[in-house]
């Protein structure tokens, strides 16, 4: 029995049955029949934003923290235009999202009307997959595909766009469980036969490392179980990227830190070493590899990935395992137990020695001061105040991004929230309302800086009106640090629009928003503002002014690999030169 | 042999893996890539070859299929064996492409192009045209005192070198359709 009802009914019909219980949109004319079904019903909550690309990024963070898929409501025009920045964002960090944009009835698209843009056109190349429904009745089944299609294979952002006369018009609803999805069924298993070659090249490895990424998390939570099984199992050393903390818990043993640019010492080090390097679930991002032809010269590759675009596509591997993170793991331990769970217990002892030596290089270590707050001190006394708490943490984009990522411990997936691929500043503070609004009673910190907080700084009201308490902790160096840091290290010191004049006073701002502010400079006081900024119940703004020059170390310059890392100030200036300073 | 056929996600098994992978030859590929006919389809095809900066030398598209729905999309292009590997791979990540084949490495393939000629001229150069197009086996489709328009259809070889002739002869508008192809045998 199909039942009839108009196309904005469908839309919520086809959400609830997806088990969506939370939207995040803005309304606008070509949105307003759906908006009218909203009103009528209390089962989905639709949280109410302050610009588009805050409802995107709040998905983001949401979907992120819990697992599923996003969902965002926007109207043409500029609410779909002001979208595709989140979309984008969405694409590259593979996160599943739902954005369903209101159209021009259809017997206007062409013409120039009010509010039309071309959406699926402009957001085709940031979307994985986008559809324009001219019929109310393919219209149930098309929200179903978009959910299937985002969630399924390798995920990431899915559009439907509908115009405003489908929204009206009648027609019948089809399940989710009727509607067809069999077009789109990526492969979840990996080839038996290669993952024994990489059981093979396991039990050899005498230089081994685990190089892991978003894809882990991505792969659900029985992934990182797998994963730590594995670690454990086999006394390899493990690191991440920047999207993958949180898979191996930090404070694991075998855990040698983040890699990349900003990685650890030792976890760049055992990277150019190692003799196998067994990548699971990332993409050789130009971030993690510095200068290709001298990446890790002497190492065998495996990868394994759902996506086959992402085999080969920068890194040449050995071993390619295309498949779901958490299957290939379950039949690569299965087989390596099955065949006597050997390793090169030898020659792993010699690698962890040398691994130990390099720990004890102590990157991280900076200089501490006790009348200015150090950036760095700061995020380790947030770590320390906060650690086993059920916290949460998301951030904006720039060196309090990599502080955050180098001083804070993440022991579980999906406690990690921070724009990878696109680098936009701006996506904290709505990441946090996402997750906040997911997690109502967990504590929800958004680790920033002053400039990438005033991108999106109009969501506190958001936060306010449905009353989510975030934590908005700003490393206030006024300046738009990482650029300045760039421009020391590549342009000779000339700092050509890198601070941030004129700011707001955060406390006022906080106090204008509705909820509560404190400004902190001196570090014997950081402590009692770290305690007042959790204790307050709501949204709270803790302004912490730090020191303003500080750079961010370790750093691999770009355009050198991984073995030339710089390692603190004395090295730094000037050090981006050649070819290097054509790379971003 | 089965294990030719590059099926749409796989990026190995093929016989294209056996040569050297770093090389950096620009090597020419026809791609065979079968979509579901629906509205945008061929624009992500597009839209990924100009946002990835790859090459596209030839493109041809028609509904093949009515009932089933789908539209074949061929694709001349060009790259180092690495890029034809990831543009098939890209290719195989949108979500309405069914399948990928790459003609090139599939073994045998037959390969057509059609193309129209309009060629004015009289006296000697017109006597000449009309004795070339008859060796090139082109068909006149329609003819002034001065003009001829021929019709021909051949390998984009073939179409390259009739048009170099016709050029001085008189040659003043070329629409090509592009590349079809099709594999050999039976399968
Ligand atoms: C939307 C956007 N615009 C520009 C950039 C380039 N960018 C990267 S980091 C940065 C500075 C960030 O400054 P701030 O938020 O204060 O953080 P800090 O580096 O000082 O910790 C800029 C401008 C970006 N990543 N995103």
Known sequence: MTRQMTGAKMVVQALKDQGVDTVFGYPGGAVLPIYDEIFQ??????????????????????????????????????????????????????????????????????TDGFQEADTVGITRPCTKHNWLVKDTEKLAETIHQAFHVAVTGRPGPTLVDIPKDVQFAQGSYVTPQKSRTDNYQPQMKGDIADITALVEMIEAAERPVFYTGGGVINSGPGASQLLRELVEATGFPITSTLMGLGAYPATGEKWIGMLGMHGLYEANMAMHDCDLMINIGARFDDRITGRIDAFSPGSKKAHIDIDPSSINKVVRVDVPIVGDVGHVLEDLLRIWKSRGRKTNTDALKTWWTQINAWRDVKCLTYTNSDTIIKPQYAVERLEALTRGKDRYVTTEVGQHQMWAAQFMDFNEPGRWMTSGG?????????????????????????????????????????????RLPIKQFILNNERLGMVRQWQQLLHGERYSHSWSDS??????????????????????ELDDAIEEMMAYDGPFILDVLVEKHENCFPMIPSGEPHNSMLLGEVEATDAIRGKGATLV | ???????????????????????????????????????????????????????????TVAEVDHL???????????????????????????????????????????????????????????VEALRLADIFRANVMDSTLESFIFELTGTPDKVDAFAELMRPLGLVELARTGVAALSRGSE
């Not at chain 1, 984008?88 to 009835?105: R, Y």
């Not at chain 1, 700011?503 to 014997?524: I, M, Q, Y």
């Not at chain 2, 050297?20 to 061929?42: C, Q, R, S, Y």
């Not at chain 2, 590997?85 to 599939?106: C, F, N, S, Y």
């Open chain 2, 1 to 59: 042999m089965s294990a030719l056929n590059i099926k749409k996600g796989s990026t190995k098994k093929s016989a294209y893996e056996l040569r050297d992978p770093n090389a950096e030859v620009f090597e020419t590929h026809t791609l065979a890539v079968i979509v579901d006919n629906e509205a945008g389809a061929l624009a992500r095809v597009i839209g990924l070859f100009s946002g990835r900066g790859y090459n596209i030398d030839s493109l």
């Open chain 1, 422 to 466: 696109l680098g936009t500043m701006g996506y904290g503070l709505p990441a946090s309302v996402g997750v906040q609004q997911a997690h109502p009673d967990a504590l929800v910190i958004n680790v920033a800086g002053d400039a990438s907080w005033l991108m999106n700084m109009q969501e506190m009201g958001t936060a306010v009106q449905f």
């Open chain 2, 68 to 126: 089933g729905h789908t539209s074949r999309i061929t694709i001349v292009t060009r790259g180092t064996p690495a890029i034809i590997e990831q543009i098939k791979a890209q290719l195989g990540r949108i979500v309405p492409v069914h399948d990928v084949h790459d003609l090139t490495v599939e073994g045998p393939s037959v390969e057509r192009e059609l193309a129209l000629f309009k060629v004015r001229g009289t006296g000697n150069d017109r």
């Open chain 1, 41 to 110: 019903q209390n089962e989905i909550q639709h949280v109410l934003v302050r610009h588009e690309q805050g409802a995107v990024h709040a998905a983001e963070g949401y979907a992120r923290s819990t697992g599923k898929p996003g969902v965002v409501l926007v109207t043409s025009g500029p609410g779909a235009t002001n979208a595709v920045t989140g979309l984008t964002d969405a694409l590259l960090d593979s996160i599943p999202l739902v954005v369903l944009t209101g159209q021009v009835p259809t017997f206007m698209i062409g």
């Open chain 1, 503 to 524: 700011l707001p006073d955060f406390v006022k701002l906080a106090e204008a928003f509705g909820c509560k502010g404190r400004v902190v400079s001196n570090p014997s």
